[in-house]
């Protein structure tokens, strides 16, 4: 299966900073069929990013997806009180789908 | 789009049976996946089940132990896990995939609020 590896682990960072999250792939991921979620305590995970770089429905466009093959990127450009979160990577191109450890964005 | 079931409480040894009710769209078009969280931990793809013509595949770890239904007429999706252990405590997503007849490779959008399964002696 491919195993996706998510750094740092944790980012401490400021409201209004920019934020910069890696998912590295194991395998290369075809197709960039990749997916960015994010997730809130006690909340279901939130789709952002889908095809690396396509922003779901009504998610705001501070939030941006890039990489191909085994290097993906999820940016946020400039941290809102609300982004404070988990964000997971996950893959789709092979079966089964996997799901990077995830990246904890804190408040500084 | 997705209600789960609540709560559960089991045993070891025991089994649990969740629920994943769907609205607002074509149940048929779309399949389900099943995603656990163990308490502080990641997201773990446990399986998933075409709610077109209940076709499965499941995750190796959790084949055997591991089975999940549809229900067409209430636009229902179950999974039922055997054998509980207190490793099995987590809290189990439903999710659906981001596109129809993805093939349970998809992204996965919208998801449900969670059910809790404790396991304790």
């Known amino acids: 299966e491919i195993v996706l590896t998510q750094s740092p682990g944790t980012l401490s960072l400021s409201p209004g900073e920019r934020a910069t999250l890696s998912c590295r792939a194991s395998?290369?991921?075809?197709?960039?069929?990749l997916a960015w979620y994010q997730q809130k305590p006690g909340q279901a995970p939130r789709l952002l990013i889908f095809?690396?770089?396509s922003r779901a429905t009504g998610i705001p466009d501070r939030f941006s997806g890039s990489g191909s093959g085994t290097d993906f990127t999820l940016a946020i450009s400039r941290l809102e009180p609300e982004d404070f979160a988990v964000y997971y990577c996950?893959?789709?191109?092979?079966?089964?789908?996997?799901f990077g450890g995830g990246t904890k964005v804190e408040i500084k | 789009h997705l209600v789960q079931s609540g709560a559960e409480v089991k045993k070891p040894g025991a089994s649990v049976r969740l629920s994943c009710k769907a609205s607002?769209?074509?149940?048929?078009?779309?399949?389900i996946s099943w995603v656990r969280q163990a308490p502080g931990q990641g997201l773990e793809w446990m399986g998933w089940?075409?709610?077109?013509?209940?076709?499965?595949t499941y995750a190796q770890r959790f084949e055997g132990r591991v089975t999940m239904t549809t229900d067409t007429s209430t636009s229902t999706v179950y999974m039922k896990l055997r054998s509980l252990t207190s490793d099995d405590t987590a809290v189990y997503h439903c999710?659906?995939?981001?596109?129809?007849?993805?093939?349970?490779?998809?992204?996965?959008?919208?998801w449900g609020q969670g059910t809790l399964v404790s396991v304790s002696p």
């Open positions: 996950q893959q789709y191109n092979r079966s089964p789908v996997t």
């Open positions: 089940i075409s709610a077109y013509n209940g076709y499965t």
């Open positions: 999710a659906r995939d981001g596109l129809t007849y993805c093939g349970g490779d998809c992204y996965l959008n919208p």
């Open positions: 095809g690396a770089s």
């Open positions: 395998q290369s991921v075809s197709s960039n069929y």
């Open positions: 607002n769209y074509t149940f048929i078009s779309y399949g």
